[in-house]
């Protein structure tokens, strides 16, 4: 999973890029640029995106639509990252935008006519009723987690009410991974936004983990493993091939909600194939933020052993000494 640069991440830097957190989309296109060149060396983006995928992949970008319309993954962001799959000769059925929650997505403004002729999809979805059950009180989306596949097993659990349960999909002790991940996609691009969770962050490694599974609620118990044990089975370990850490808007608090009073603005993407060392240095920026707007005096280091686990799982390099951080700037 560290993938073709394993401790590498590049930062660039967007300086003006936003006006009232509305981000301009050819200022974001020219930042997934230099950040692609800064990690790849590659200038054009049809070579640089094709060091990981291939016109006969199918690539699934995966979002995070958790703050709907408030804090989302840009469309700006997604918009360059499929001008580069599309530069790098994948033809546009085989590219996914995909998260847990349809719903979601929708509202963060992932409709069909904003990306026409992209697949569109989420694991956790309403019927042609507009209702998340049938005529017969079933889930609609009860068949998109694969049963048939390799599971993540924690011995806790939690009890769902009916409201719940579509966001869930299944109680007990198991928690499935989406067939999206499982059947559809042989390549996985992710792009978290920058947010915290506490005095540590919630991106590449979550948005993968608890963007995949079924049944996540009660896996909060165990927050550190969870985030990061997923991330080592197949359907994830060996299709995430790129992250692009989308922080043109974040929050440093109330995360990973999307409360606006604790939005800023730091105009910066972060980039690798690496998410454990992207997540490190995600959470070095978001300590600092926090520092310095005096929500906590120094860094929360037992907020790091998801990436302790994670780099012991061989998911990436996980001291910051062996992390390569290159910063680029948007003129």
């Not at 963060?108 to 017969?136: C, Q, S, V, W």
Request: glycine share 10%.
């Amino acid at each position: 999973m560290p993938g073709r640069y394993p401790g590498r991440v590049v930062r660039v830097s967007a300086p003006g890029a936003s006006t009232g957190g509305k981000i301009d989309g050819a200022k974001a296109a020219e930042a997934v640029r230099i950040g692609m060149t800064g990690l790849t060396g590659e200038s054009d983006m049809g070579r640089a995106f094709g060091q990981f995928v291939s016109p006969s992949d199918v690539v699934g970008i995966k979002i995070n639509p958790i703050g709907r319309g408030l804090l989302s993954t840009k469309t700006e962001v997604v918009d360059a990252i499929v001008a580069g799959l599309r530069a790098a000769g994948l033809p546009q059925a085989n590219i996914v935008i995909w998260d847990r929650r349809h719903f979601q997505m929708v509202e963060a403004g992932y409709t069909p006519e904003r990306f026409p002729g992209l697949e569109i999809i989420g694991t956790e979805h309403k019927g042609p009723n507009g209702d998340f059950y049938d005529d017969k009180g079933e889930l609609w989306a009860k068949e998109a987690i694969d049963r048939e596949a390799p599971f993540y097993f924690a011995d806790v659990e939690m009890k769902y009410n009916r409201e719940v349960l579509p966001m869930m999909l299944n109680e007990g002790r198991e928690s499935y991974f989406s067939r999206i991940v499982t059947r559809r996609l042989t390549k996985i691009i992710n792009v978290p936004i920058l947010k915290n969770s506490g005095t540590t962050v919630t991106l590449c490694l979550k948005n993968l983990s608890y963007g995949s599974l079924s049944n996540t609620s009660r896996l909060h118990k165990i927050w550190a493993e969870s985030v990061a044990e997923p991330c080592a089975f197949p359907a994830l370990r060996d299709k995430l091939v790129l992250n692009i850490v989308d922080g043109l808007q974040a929050c440093y608090d109330g995360g990973p909600g999307a409360n606006p009073k604790f939005f800023f603005d730091p105009n910066l993407l972060l980039v690798g194939t690496d998410p454990v060392a992207v997540d490190l240095i995600g959470h070095e920026l978001m300590t600092r933020e926090r520092i310095e707007r005096g929500l906590q005096q120094f860094e929360d280091k037992s907020r790091r052993r998801f990436l302790d686990i994670a780099a012991g799982l061989g998911l990436g390099v996980g001291r910051r000494e062996d992390i390569s951080l290159k910063e680029l700037s948007l003129a």
